[in-house]
Nanobody, 125 residues
């Protein structure tokens, strides 16, 4: 079955950096767009970034634009999220997700069929 496993979360001071990774198995990774979402306590899950099959199309939430970078390695079946200049408001559980095969990247979480278990990111002020 499809498995998405996130890693790289942790505790960091404001202004610091973290790099999240998501390892995918059980799907033809290069045929799926990939996305990152996050959910803070008491809030709804929200879009962070998405990337197309060949990395030619990338979307970011306005709140992370210029600070976060999404990338993928189809040879290694991984998608990463480099997070710089972190702010306390970035504190959340971060999830990677995949929509159906051969669909375009999207900010709409309803379009994502597969989800990881999440990794906690905590940014202290």
């Amino acid at each position: 079955q499809v498995q998405l496993v996130e890693s790289g979360g942790g505790l960091v001071q404001a202004g610091g950096s973290l790099r999240l990774s998501c390892a995918a198995s059980g799907l033809t990774f290069s045929s799926h767009a990939m996305g990152w979402f996050r959910q803070a306590p008491g809030k709804e899950r929200e879009f962070v970034a998405a990337i197309s099959l060949g990395s030619g199309t990338i979307y970011y939430a306005d709140s992370v634009k210029g600070r976060f970078t999404i990338s993928r390695d189809n040879a290694k079946n991984t998608v990463s999220l480099q997070m710089n200049s972190l702010k306390p408001e970035d504190t959340a559980v971060y999830y990677c997700a995949a929509p159906r095969i051969f669909t375009s990247p999207t900010m709409d979480l309803r379009k994502y069929d597969y989800w990881g278990q999440g990794t906690q990111v905590t940014v202290s002020s």
